[in-house]
């Protein structure tokens, strides 16, 4: 019996051995590194998504956005790392492959109030004002609604944007904004049977899901759309996906508008709610470091600095709100090197060190 019970022992192991031999043999290319698909894992936390109104579609940047700084640095910093691991070079062409790949998201919309961008991204809930009656050939039906709490969200409000995937009472399909008519359509994907869609029905917003892993950014709040500093902190908190509160792996974008004075209110909310996770953007873009972006400084931006308010040179021409290329390029550095300091890149820095020789 206790040679039976040996055997099987020494047969469990060697299948064991066999099973494991086989498993690194397919993770292995030929000369001994990892498979392309092996890398994916490792850089699928350095994505980013930037919500946003036109401060983060970068209107009047001349092309130049946050978002697209943003992405640059982060490649860049990461072919640095693979460059200076000792890899391979075919290990480090299969590195830079995945590298490549890494992307900064720009969910910015021109005009938008911090309520509608926050629909946008799944946190505010949107509900029909108004029963909806879907006929048999019904393809397209006009919608209203309001958030949770009755207020007016315009996520999408432009019909260059394209549709929204949502869905409506169980019914999927796409949310389209007209401009001409300033109405909201319902266009179910495909025919189907007759709907009666209830008052109240939550409007779900299929497009978010994407970015549940994604490192999370937020600037919001110029146009409005907040009653008061917690509401404002409340929706913001609303957007961020669960895992990445919990994680800590987002950023809160200060307003780049107002002078110190003007808006110690707000940033010491901000501060005393995100801590380390909030970026005084006003506070940046009006020190010494603008001298490192713009080569000339008029007496008048150095005035505006004094007092705290972001300077002309930064901004576009006769334009108190929107940046210019400059001012852009500025935010794209500021939240790498907040991203930095965090350790963002921390678990990067060390996989690509062992990687599988």
């Known amino acids: 019996m206790k040679k039976i019970i040996r055997m099987m022992v020494i047969m469990a192991a060697l299948t064991a051995a066999a099973v494991a031999a086989i498993f690194l043999l397919k993770r292995q290319s030929p000369d001994g590194g990892l498979k392309a698909e092996d890398t994916k894992r490792m850089f699928e936390t350095l994505d980013v998504v930037c919500w946003g109104d036109s401060l983060t579609e970068g209107i009047c940047g001349n092309g ?22 000792g890899q391979s070079s075919e290990n480090q062409k299969l590195l830079f492959a995945e ?37 048999w050939l019904d393809k397209k039906k006009e919608i ?5 709490d009755g207020r007016v969200a315009e996520p999408w409000h432009s019909d260059e944007l394209g549709p929204a995937d949502v869905t409506v009472n169980g019914i999927d399909g796409k949310l389209r904004f007209n401009n001409k008519e300033y109405r909201y359509y319902f ?16 409007i779900m917003v299929s497009g978010p ?32 996906p669960q895992n990445i509160l919990e994680e800590r792996r987002f950023l809160i974008l200060g ?27 006003r506070e940046a873009l009006s020190g010494e470091r603008v001298a490192e972006y713009v080569t000339e400084l008029s007496q008048e931006d150095y005035q505006s600095m004094e007092k705290g308010e972001v300077p002309q040179a930064l ?8 940046l210019n290329e400059h001012g852009y390029e500025m935010i794209g550095d500021i939240v790498f090197e907040r991203m930095q300091k965090m350790g963002v890149f921390d678990t990067i820095r060390a996989e690509i060190q062992n990687f599988s020789q």
């Open 315 to 322: 901004r576009a021409p006769q334009d108190m709100v929107h």
């Open 255 to 281: 307003l780049t508008s107002g002078t110190r004075e003007e808006r110690k209110q707000l940033e010491d909310a901000m501060e005393e709610a995100f801590g380390e996770n909030y970026v005084n953007l």
């Open 187 to 202: 266009q179910r994907d495909g025919w189907g049977m007759k709907e009666n869609i209830p008052s109240g029905t939550t």
């Open 209 to 240: 899901e994407r970015y549940q892993d994604a490192f999370t950014v937020i600037f919001m709040g110029q146009n409005g759309g907040y009653t008061d500093f917690a509401d404002l902190i409340a929706q913001q908190k609303s957007m961020i």
């Open 144 to 148: 209203s609604f309001l958030t949770e």
């Open 64 to 85: 130049t956005n946050y978002p697209k700084v943003l992405e640059k640095n982060i490649r860049e910093y990461v072919e640095k790392l693979i460059l200076e691991s």
């Open 99 to 135: 590298a490549e790949k890494v992307k900064v998201y720009n969910e910015g919309i021109s005009g938008e109030s911090s309520l509608s961008i926050a629909a946008r991204a799944g946190g505010g809930l949107l509900k029909t004002t108004e029963e909806l009656h879907i006929g």
